[in-house]
């Protein structure tokens, strides 16, 4: 089954079933709740990674806008840009339209058919009870959100992906929550960001230069293509806390 829609004008409103329940559904349905975005590949439902936008006052929660060239959605407060990767040419009359070629759903931004990224976290096994592990926490920009470990050897924070990605930079900044000194600099700092080869974990960098004032750092590496992503402290015992990890496209 295809779920095709094309857009009249760059606006598109797409509502949820209010009161259809996650869990079951067609392949291709979309899902609005609890400030997310889901969608069902016939299997199994995926929240949509999202990162923060501009504020979406006025519109409906829910509401889906096309804003060349990505696709966004509102949350009820903020527009959340939904995170793509170019899969392949689509025609620039189809700018806007939303297919789902399964298992994933994809948008034509104009020129390249966009598939739709749904994320998972992973972290250290002794999490750290405050911050609970997000992807949105990982996303928004901010210093206040995050992911952090309890302590433990070479304390880990993973990102996978239920499909491969192609990149060669990420961007990260420090957690520092609740007070200075607690979460920061010298939790990030020092740490390897590596990704998984199938055989391995191969070290992409070495992250270095964060300050108390909580500006992201974008490291970049040669090109890589894989769907597990990780930051560790290497031959240490103690925290890592993570403010923003953004593997980019």
């Known amino acids: 089954m295809k779920l095709v829609s094309y857009l009249s004008t760059i606006f598109l409103i797409i509502y ?5 329940a996650l869990g079951a559904g067609v392949a291709g349905k979309i899902e609005f709740e609890n400030k997310n975005l889901s969608y069902y590949n016939g299997t199994s439902w995926f929240t949509i990674d999202y990162s923060i936008g501009a504020s979406c006052s006025g519109y409906a929660a829910g509401t889906i806008h096309f804003d060349s060239p990505q696709m966004r959605f509102c949350d009820g407060t903020d527009w959340r840009i939904i995170v793509s990767t170019p899969v392949s040419i689509c025609a620039p009359a189809s700018a806007g339209a939303i297919e789902f070629n399964s298992p994933n759903l994809r948008f034509c931004d104009g020129t390249d058919w966009r598939r739709i990224e749904a994320m998972a976290l992973t972290a250290s096994p002794s999490l750290y009870s405050s911050p609970a592990p997000s992807i949105q926490a990982l996303g928004d920009a901010s210093a206040l959100t995050g992911v952090g470990t309890s302590s433990g050897t070479e304390p880990w924070i993973e990102v996978t992906y239920t499909q491969p990605k192609t990149t060669s930079s990420a961007t990260f ?4 929550i609740e007070a200075p000194g607690i979460w920061g600099v010298h939790y990030l700092n020092g740490a390897s960001y590596q990704y998984h080869d199938g ?3 191969v070290t992409l960098a070495t992250l270095s230069g964060f300050t108390n004032a909580g500006a992201a750092i974008t490291f970049s590496h040669a090109s890589v293509t894989g769907n597990r992503f990780r930051v560790v402290r290497l031959g240490t015992t103690g925290y890592l806390g993570v403010g923003e990890f953004v593997i980019n496209p």
């Open 173 to 176: 900044r420090q957690l520092d």
């Open 199 to 201: 055989a391995g974990w």
């Open 16 to 20: 949820s079933d209010a009161g259809y």
